[in-house]
């Protein structure tokens, strides 16, 4: 399968940002008669060409069902399906590809885990610990452990600037902590967590750690082994690949130990009414026909994103973060929300007298697309005390005009509500 290398030269330590721009081909149009400018990344992801082009060429070449069929077709199927894990075991740093499962996305990994590590390890008074800018999808799914099995969620605080209180996440860590469940990065404010800090105090009671990786992926070099933790998820997304698809790392001896999460075809060893074996990592886990596009663009857009390097991605959004921010601070009537010291991609605000959705509406008629609301992490709302956020946020092929353009359309609301 080929891989489109983004025009780059190799000399170069800064992106060259309309090469970039030109790979992805939704970019390149007007939105109610403004060129448009796509601020959304947090939400979903705009796709370069090779990923559209690998999901085509798949159902155009060699579209079949995997690990079945005895003709050429499903071969190439299989292979190009567990070439893809292959892939992602790399990208995250992982030791084993049967530590690699693929789900639709971080919310089915979250709820993978809490269904088949939850329910058979946790007991009544054990405690599971989040923090308080979870995404609610890392909130939800141990509520419902805790209901099924008495389990206990805890709340680690965060500060005014949307960072976590530390010291007050080490004191909650204590013997009946069973796991740590925590968000790399946070989509509500763009706080990056100090993971390995947290994991090193979670493992000190023998705790265990899932980090939600959503926000994280396209941002910042994850490497699971370095890290230490026992589950890592992503969504695919969220990382210039397709939706539907995502992963779920979880350490293999944990894997082996878990029960299935889900049962049907793929997942078996062999069926009887007297006895049901399962299958191998990580078929285990991967019941029914899978997405198979899915991993087959997934792993195209990671291979996209390494071409680039994340530490170029990573140095490039960090210049268009800092050159936002000094735009959006200098709007009169606006306050950021999330201002941690350690952040990536996200541009919360609120403005005075002026409702999130009213800004995000006035925004898209200038052909500016962000995303306003609770941002599924309503918790965070309540903590700053406001019901909505509207919020820009970065990817790789955002560009200072971007955030120029924002910063005016702004201006023009406040404008139209004084
Ligand atoms: N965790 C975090 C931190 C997220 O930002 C999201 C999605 C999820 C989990 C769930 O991922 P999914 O792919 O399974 O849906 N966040 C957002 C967002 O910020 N705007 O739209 C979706």
């Not at 996305?105 to 923090?131: K, M, P, Y």
Request: aromatic letters at 6%.
């Amino acid at each position: 399968m080929s891989t489109t290398t983004p025009e780059i030269t190799a000399t170069d330590t800064r992106l060259d940002v309309e090469a970039i721009r030109r790979d992805f081909p939704i970019l390149h149009q007007q939105v109610h008669g403004h060129p448009l400018v796509y601020l959304d990344s947090a939400a979903t992801t705009q796709k370069p060409q090779c990923v559209i082009d690998a999901v085509v060429r798949y159902y155009r070449e060699h579209n079949s069902n995997v690990h079945r069929g005895v003709h050429w077709l499903s071969e190439q199927a299989t292979e190009d399906y567990e070439q893809a894990r292959r892939t992602v075991q790399r990208f995250l740093g992982a030791a084993d590809t049967r530590e690699i499962v693929f789900v639709r996305g971080c919310t089915e990994a979250i709820n993978l885990v809490a269904h088949s590590w939850g329910r058979s390890n946790l007991q009544a008074g054990d405690e599971i610990l989040v923090s308080h800018m979870e995404h609610h999808s890392n909130i939800v799914p141990w509520q419902l452990l805790c209901e099924q099995t008495g389990a206990v969620l805890k709340v680690a605080p965060i500060d005014d600037d949307g960072a976590l209180i530390f010291e007050q996440f080490e004191r909650l860590v204590g013997d009946r902590t069973r796991l740590v469940a925590m968000v790399h990065v946070s989509n509500a404010l763009g706080t990056i967590n100090p993971v390995e800090r947290v994991i090193e105090r979670a493992r000190a009671v023998g705790a265990k750690v899932l980090l939600d990786g959503a926000q994280a992926t396209a941002h910042l070099k994850i490497d699971v082994q370095a890290l230490g933790c026992d589950f890592y998820c992503l969504s695919g997304h969220k990382l210039y690949g397709p939706t539907g698809i995502g992963v779920l790392y979880g350490r293999r001896d944990l894997f082996e130990a878990m029960p299935p999460y889900q049962g049907g075809g793929d997942m078996i060893k062999s069926v009887s009414f007297e006895k049901t074996t399962w299958n191998d990592l990580p078929y285990k886990f991967e019941a029914g026909t899978p997405n198979i596009a899915g991993p087959i663009g997934l792993a195209e857009a990671i291979r996209y994103v390494e071409a680039i390097g994340l530490d170029r991605i990573a140095a490039h959004e960090r210049d268009l973060l800092q050159y936002g921010t000094k735009l959006l601070e200098a709007v009169d009537g606006l306050r950021l929300i999330g201002t941690a010291p350690s952040k990536a991609g996200v541009l919360g605000f609120v403005l005075d007298d002026v409702h999130a959705h009213d800004v995000g509406t006035i925004l898209d008629r200038q052909g500016v697309a962000i995303r306003t609301g609770h941002h599924c992490a309503q918790p965070v709302m309540e903590r700053f005390g406001i019901p909505a956020t509207a919020r820009a946020s970065l990817g790789v092929y955002n560009r200072r005009e971007d955030l120029d353009v924002l910063a005016e359309a702004l201006r023009e609301v406040i404008d139209v509500f004084r």
